[in-house]
């Protein structure tokens, strides 16, 4: 199994233009998840979603936008990229709510944004 | 703003030491989690406590939980040159039936010197 495979790892964007950051989970997990890491400020979460079709924000969601079309698939929309956005992205996946969350992380999208 | 406060930031230690790192978050919690991320690299789970529990254990790791004080610690035995990375408490805060809403703190970064 892949696990949760996220797509591009590094991206260069211009201030304002858009993109979208993939991730996809083999693992038929119903919660995903998309957070962002900064130096000295940990991981925080920006969307997440408990089922398809079901999507709520974090603790940072401004100029973010998630959609959950498939169990599989989470993708994370930059609609006009700030610079204050480069960070290195992490998109996570878990199998069971309630108390039981482990999380299994993609390894990272780092963005840069000009 | 962050649940977890970690310490210490920065650990250095000889090939053989015990790490101990700390975490302490603010408001009640379901479980707490750690987790470890090589440089570069996505976070890998590494153990669970819940709340009803106070100790635990998974091959060198040692886990404590104190709720009373709001904090919890990461033991590692005999280090080894391989343990170098950054380790993250995480926290399901309590009444969230949201997989994927863990709260991380920074980090500590632990460099086991050969």
């Known amino acids: 199994n892949a696990g949760v495979t996220q797509t591009p790892k590094f991206q260069v964007l211009k201030t304002g233009q858009s993109m979208t950051l993939q991730c996809a989970q083999d693992?038929?997990?119903?919660?995903m998840s998309w957070y962002r890491q900064d130096p000295g400020m940990g991981l925080r979460l920006i969307h997440y979603?408990?089922?398809?079709?079901?999507?709520d924000q974090g603790e940072v969601p401004n100029g973010y936008n998630v959609s959950r079309s498939t169990t599989e698939d989470f993708p994370l929309r930059l609609l006009s990229a700030a610079p204050s956005q480069t960070s290195v992205y992490f998109c996570a996946s878990s199998s069971v709510g309630g108390t039981n969350e482990k999380l299994f992380f993609g390894s990272g999208t780092q963005l840069s944004v000009l | 703003s962050q649940q977890g406060e970690e310490d210490p930031q920065a650990l250095s230690i000889q090939e053989g030491e015990n790490a101990t790192m700390n975490c302490s978050y603010k408001t009640s919690i379901n479980n707490l989690q750690w987790y470890r991320q090589n440089s570069g690299r996505g976070l890998v789970h590494l153990i669970l406590?819940?709340?009803?529990?106070r100790e635990k254990h998974s091959g060198r790791l040692r886990v404590t939980l104190d709720t009373s004080k709001k904090s919890s610690s990461l033991l590692i035995t005999a280090s080894r040159a391989a343990d170098t990375a950054s380790y993250f408490c995480a926290t399901h805060p309590h009444g969230s039936s949201n997989t994927g809403k863990l709260i991380f703190g920074q980090g500590t970064t632990l460099q086991v010197k050969p």
């Open positions: 693992m038929n997990h119903e919660y």
């Open positions: 406590i819940r709340s009803n529990e």
């Open positions: 979603s408990v089922g398809a079709g079901i999507t």
